[in-house]
T-cell receptor
Framework: TQLLEQSPQFLSIQEGENLTVYCNSS?????LQWYRQEPGEGPVLLVT?????EVKKLKRLTFQFGDARKDSSLHITAAQPGDTGHYLC??????????FGTGTRLQVFP | DTEVTQTPKHLVMGMTNKKSLKCEQH?????MYWYKQKAKKPPELMFV???????INESVPSRFSPECPNSSLLNLHLHALQPEDSALYLC?????????????????FGSGTQLSVL
């Protein structure tokens, strides 16, 4: 059974702080995606990383794929209240199976 | 049109009822998915349809019956559900089931159907 563990599960921080969310597995992914989900909505894709060691930036968000393609991180610089949400990593095994991580709920206070 | 539309948004049903959830996309996507999401948990894969054929069933109980009548539609038929089946049911689609893991491929999710089983 493929398992993707995210840490931390919950994070409450003040506006302006930096934070990092981790996504770990004992399995090697063919690729990894990060999604953000708002209450009552479906997840929305933020980024896909494919190559070991790959780093992608999306404004204040930096995504990194581990060299061995077993782990990933999401770093947010100077968090804003608008960053509040449920962040999910999702690992791909094979061609058509995407399994979600355990999730991280982020709350950014003004 | 880059939307995945799910109906109904909310559904309350008894354990003896039969109901169906519907999902529609007009993006020409050939892979469609059903996920189940319990409160404060990540989505769990239930079924994958690839070119209108069921390609993955994640050991889902037979009281959930998926159907893909054509490349734009995906249904989930519900019968004799249990209260523990109450959850948000999410439909998703992607362009090509063979490349869902590729760099530019992604899943487009609908807003889900919030199901309550009484």
């Amino acid at each position: 059974t493929q398992l993707l563990e995210q840490s931390p599960q919950f994070l409450s921080i003040q506006e302006g702080e930096n934070l990092t969310v981790y996504c770990n597995s004992s399995s090697v992914f063919s690729s990894l995606q990060w999604y953000r989900q708002e209450p009552g909505e479906g997840p929305v894709l933020l980024v896909t990383v494919v190559t070991g060691g790959e780093v992608k930036k999306l404004k204040r968000l930096t995504f990194q794929f581990g060299d061995a393609r077993k782990d990933s991180s999401l770093h947010i610089t100077a968090a804003q209240p608008g960053d509040t949400g449920h962040y999910l990593c999702a690992g791909a095994w094979g061609t058509d199976k995407l399994i979600f991580g355990t999730g991280t709920r982020l709350q950014v206070f003004p | 049109d880059t939307e995945v539309t799910q109906t109904p948004k909310h559904l309350v049903m008894g354990m003896t009822n039969k109901k169906s959830l519907k999902c529609e996309q007009h993006m020409g996507h050939r892979a469609m998915y059903w996920y189940k999401q319990k409160a404060k948990k990540p989505p769990e894969l239930m079924f994958v349809y690839s070119y209108e054929k069921l390609s993955i069933n994640e050991s889902v109980p037979s009281r959930f019956s998926p159907e893909c009548p054509n490349s734009s539609l995906l249904n989930l038929h519900l019968h004799a559900l249990q209260p523990e089946d109450s959850a948000l049911y999410l439909c998703a689609s992607s362009q090509d089931p063979r490349t869902v893991t590729a760099t530019n491929e992604k899943l487009f999710f609908g807003s889900g159907t919030q199901l309550s089983v009484l």
